[in-house]
């Protein structure tokens, strides 16, 4: 089975300082990870993906992740948080466990930014 | 280009009453999925279909029914409806099932 696990439902930091969202997934075969953004009453759009092909991932919007297979973890970090960053985050893993991909979500992360 | 489509962006159901949500994508995408949003419960996947002709459960089917009805449509239907599917649903593609999900902007169905 598939899944995924973000620590902290809400997340406050202030302006300019390091944001840091938590994600640790749960996957059977090789995952794919993927970060979202989603801005209040819009669907979602992606900030970043790990595909395998290297473990630092770089995103829009300075965003970047880490994939640390021996954690399994998927970290997003910024090291300088803007107001425009607030917004909720959703980690998203896809994997064929058992034939085709199945796309599963986190439960999201809402980043606040304090002037 | 549209991108992904969902029809209605609003809808008021009484219990009991059934209704068919719509979503239509112009990007030639194989796989397309169905997630209902909750507050502090994230995007759930209702159904899924890897590609045209095939539909498979996600994590809370119970009380819905797809239709894949081509490689552009893929419906979703609430029998009899209920105030725990009071929800925003949220219509998705990929090209394939390990990249980029392309989103459409919701439809909020309440339910009385």
């Known amino acids: 089975a598939q899944s995924v696990t973000q620590l902290g439902s809400h997340v406050s930091v202030s302006e300019g300082a390091l944001v840091l969202l938590r994600c640790n997934y749960s996957s059977s075969v090789p995952p794919y990870l993927f970060w979202y953004v989603q801005y209040p009453n819009q669907g979602l759009q992606l900030l970043l993906k790990y595909t395998s092909a290297a473990t630092l991932v770089k995103g829009i919007n300075g965003f970047e992740a880490e994939f640390k297979k021996s954690e399994t973890s998927f970290h997003l970090t910024k090291p300088s948080a803007h107001m425009s960053d607030a917004a909720e985050y959703f980690c998203?893993?896809?994997?064929?466990?058992?034939?085709?991909?199945?796309?599963?979500f986190g439960t999201g992360t809402r980043l606040k930014v304090l002037a | 280009n549209a991108g992904v489509t969902q029809t209605p962006k609003f809808q008021v159901l009484k219990t009991g009453q059934s209704m068919t949500l719509q979503c239509a994508q112009d990007m030639n995408h194989n796989s397309m999925y169905w997630y209902r949003q909750d507050p502090g419960m994230g995007l759930r996947l209702i159904y899924y279909?890897?590609?045209?002709?095939?539909?498979d459960k996600g994590e809370v089917p119970n009380g819905y029914n797809v239709s894949r009805l081509n490689k552009r449509e893929f419906s979703l239907r609430l029998e009899s409806a209920a105030p725990s599917q009071t929800s925003v649903y949220f219509c998705a593609t990929t090209l394939q099932g390990n990249t980029e999900a392309f989103f459409g902007q919701g439809t909020r169905l309440t339910v009385v």
């Open positions: 998203a893993v896809s994997g064929r466990p058992s034939g085709t991909y199945k796309y599963i």
């Open positions: 279909s890897a590609s045209e002709g095939t539909t």
